[in-house]
């Protein structure tokens, strides 16, 4: 009888201890804590780089900013560069069309205006004001054009 006390008592030792080391292997540890990566590369501005090189006057009154869009005529199978530039007013900007694009649109290189206008609608115009077309914005970074009848003409932001 005395041996099986032996062995119960030993039994139940082994299990404590078993219990107890389990506990401390089981809590987590605290390792290292993961920091950013200290490395920048100058590839990509921040935000306080690319607003220092904005003029104030832009800054305070434009919602886009000067860009470069390719024209397409898919009916003509043409396709010419144009540029939206600096803000003439806070809804007006400067627009350029070079001699070329005139087969993708007749008139286009005579316009010099860009209105973006209160429904969302963007008017392209010559210098008297007269109306060259009217565009719309189709997905993320490209125009359509709205009011040309039998126009398939699209407008994509390239820069």
């Given amino acids: 009888m005395k041996s099986s006390l032996v062995i119960g008592a030993t039994a139940l030792l082994c299990a404590g201890v078993s219990a107890v080391g389990i506990g401390f292997w089981a809590v987590p540890r605290q390792g290292p804590q993961e920091a ?12 306080h780089d690319i607003s220092s090189h904005v003029p104030s006057s832009l ?13 397409s005529n898919f009916t003509r199978k043409t396709v010419c560069l144009v540029e939206r530039g600096a803000a003439l007013t806070s809804r007006s900007r400067d627009f350029f069309a070079p001699p070329d694009c005139d087969q993708v649109w007749p008139g286009l290189a005579r316009a010099s205006n860009w209105t973006q206008n209160e429904d969302g609608s963007v008017s392209i115009s010559h210098a008297n004001g007269a109306t060259l077309l009217t565009l719309v914005r189709g997905r993320h970074f490209s125009y359509e054009a709205a009011d040309a009848p039998g126009a398939d003409l699209a407008l994509l932001m390239l820069l």
């Fill in 36 to 47: 950013a990566d200290p490395i920048v590369l100058g590839t990509i501005p921040s935000a």
């Fill in 59 to 71: 800054r305070a009154h434009t919602a886009s900013p000067p860009a470069i869009f390719s024209v």
